[in-house]
Nanobody, 126 residues
Framework: QVQLVESGGGLVQPGGSLRLSCATS????????IGWFRQVPGKEREGVAC????????SYAESVRGRFTVSRDNGKNTVYLQMNNLTPEDTGVYYC???????????????????WGQGAQVTVSL
């Protein structure tokens, strides 16, 4: 049974940092790309970052490039999203996701992901 569990969310002041973790089980993480997405009430879920299974190449949304870093530790079956210099616009529920089939590339297109975690709340506020 495929499972993805996010953790590490919380309340942080603007300019602060958080690291989200996505613990995976039920599949061999080595072969799968992982995407990070976020959603705020009333808005569509948007892609934030992804990391491929092959060379670990990464892709970022323009709004987070230079501030967020995605990484993976296949030995720990975990993918991370390091978020620095956070702003109130980064507030939302953050999800990690993967597809049903392994692919050597990744993107942040929602329709390319099948399995989703339950989400972790990130709130950036004074």
């Amino acid at each position: 049974q495929v499972q993805l569990v996010e953790s590490g969310g919380g309340l942080v002041q603007p300019g602060g940092s958080l690291r989200l973790s996505c613990a995976t089980s039920g599949f061999t993480l080595d072969y799968y790309a992982i995407g990070w997405f976020r959603q705020v009430p009333g808005k569509e879920r948007e892609g934030v970052a992804c990391i491929s299974n092959s060379d670990g190449s990464k892709s970022y949304a323009e709004s987070v490039r230079g501030r967020f870093t995605v990484s993976r530790d296949n030995g720990k079956n975990t993918v991370y999203l390091q978020m620095n210099n956070l702003t109130p616009e980064d507030t939302g529920v953050y999800y990690c996701a993967t597809d049903k089939v392994p692919t050597p590339w990744c993107d942040v297109e929602l329709t390319h992901y099948y399995y989703w975690g339950q989400g972790a709340q990130v709130t950036v506020s004074l």
